[in-house]
């Protein structure tokens, strides 16, 4: 999978090329582009905003260098073509809809992701409405600019890039996939501080395993995400009898 990144701070993002996803690039599965969006700009300062019209604090980013930088690229004009071609254009903006792992699966099957990432009050509207950029946000609180956030959501997508993590399906069974949040894991030594591993771990009785883990997520998820809960129960109903009992034991 190719990600261009298009920014006013391309250095920021060796924090995600270190590491996994690095090593991802490495081996060929990953191909990261950073674009320095100055660059692309005619003015003989490299100046790449401006005030707004209509008043108001801060800068605005420029149309002219984000508009060269992603014909540089060679990007599709429309959602429609890149569709097409399994592409995403993507603006990180703390209006857009918020990303969850949902929208992370289906980022993960594109060909190629392009993030553009604002900074200062955002970028002209005219580039978001002649490219047909799709807003993306991280949360309802505000970032200083999009290159964190960009940085989350290509650290979230990549590892559910096939061959990214070291071990392949350790993405797959983590709990927040089956709609929980994930029950409490422990490893060496057996005794630390005082505080034992739970028996039932050392046993190995994977049954009894599965259904410890099973009621730990369950608890964890009704006291800190009783919203996941609610929706883990209505889209599943295909629990085995013994799972049903720990829900029961749970829920009451
Ligand atoms: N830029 C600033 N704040 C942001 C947020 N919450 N999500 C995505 N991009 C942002």
Redesign the pocket.
């Known amino acids: 999978m190719k990600m261009h990144v298009l920014t006013l701070f391309p250095e920021m993002f060796t924090a995600v090329t270190g590491s996994i996803l690095g090593r991802a690039q490495e081996k060929g599965i990953l191909e990261f582009q950073f674009i320095n969006i100055r660059d692309f700009s005619k003015d003989k300062h490299k100046k790449a905003d401006d005030y707004t019209f209509g008043g108001g604090p801060g800068l605005l980013m420029l149309a002219e260098p984000i508009f060269g930088a992603l014909s540089h690229l060679g990007m599709e004009k429309s959602k429609a073509e890149r569709e097409h071609v399994h592409k995403k254009l993507l603006y990180?903006?703390?209006r857009?809809k918020v990303?969850n792992q949902k929208k992370i699966e289906t980022l993960a099957q594109e060909e190629e992701i392009t993030i553009l990432?604002?900074h200062y009050e955002g970028v002209d509207q005219r580039v978001l409405d002649y490219w047909e950029m799709e807003e993306?946000?991280?949360?309802?609180?505000?970032?200083?600019?999009?290159e964190?956030?960009?940085m989350v959501l290509m650290d979230s997508v990549a590892r559910l890039v096939p061959g990214v993590l070291p071990r392949e399906g350790s993405a797959m069974e983590e709990s927040i996939y089956s709609g929980l949040l994930e029950y409490p894991q422990y490893t060496k030594p057996r005794e630390f501080c005082g505080m034992e591993v739970p028996e039932v771990l050392l046993g190995g009785n994977h049954k009894q395993i599965y259904l410890w883990r099973f009621e730990k997520a369950l608890r964890l998820t009704k006291a800190v995400r009783p919203d996941l809960l609610e929706a883990f129960l209505r889209n599943r109903e295909d629990f085995t009898k013994d799972e049903r009992k720990v829900l029961e034991k749970v829920l009451k």
């Open positions: 990180m903006s703390p857009g990303l990432c604002g993306v946000s991280i949360g309802d609180y505000v970032l200083t600019g999009g964190l956030a960009a």
